[in-house]
Nanobody
């Protein structure tokens, strides 16, 4: 099973930027699509906010479009999420995983907390 480890979160002021990283324990070259999900405070659901396919095609939720950029490095087996112009409503725990998730292939990591507050 692939292990996913997220990092890069923190406390940032509105308008600031963060870059999240997701390191996979095995090669991600053959994975059709990976993405970033977030779970807002008080919510049980994890929402997909960005996705990148093995061909490099990306998709974004309307709430983050134009502000977030997803990328991947198949040499480092790492997926990134560059987050700019952060808003308080971006506050959440961010996770990466396959799109759609496949529990038999990769389990959820611990996530990384992003807090946007002045």
């Amino acid at each position: 099973q692939v292990q996913l480890v997220e990092s890069g979160g923190g406390l940032v002021q509105p308008g600031g930027s963060l870059r999240l990283s997701c390191a996979a324990s095995k090669s991600i070259v053959s994975i059709n699509a990976m993405g970033w999900y977030r779970q807002a405070p008080g919510k049980e659901q994890r929402d997909l906010v960005a996705r990148i396919t093995r061909y490099g095609d990306s998709w974004y939720a309307d709430s983050v479009k134009g502000r977030f950029t997803v990328s991947r490095d198949t040499v480092k087996n790492t997926v990134y999420l560059q987050m700019n112009s952060l808003k308080p409503e971006d506050t959440a725990v961010y996770y990466c995983n396959l799109v759609p998730p496949r529990p038999s292939f990769a389990s959820w990591g611990q996530g990384t907390q992003v807090t946007v507050s002045s």
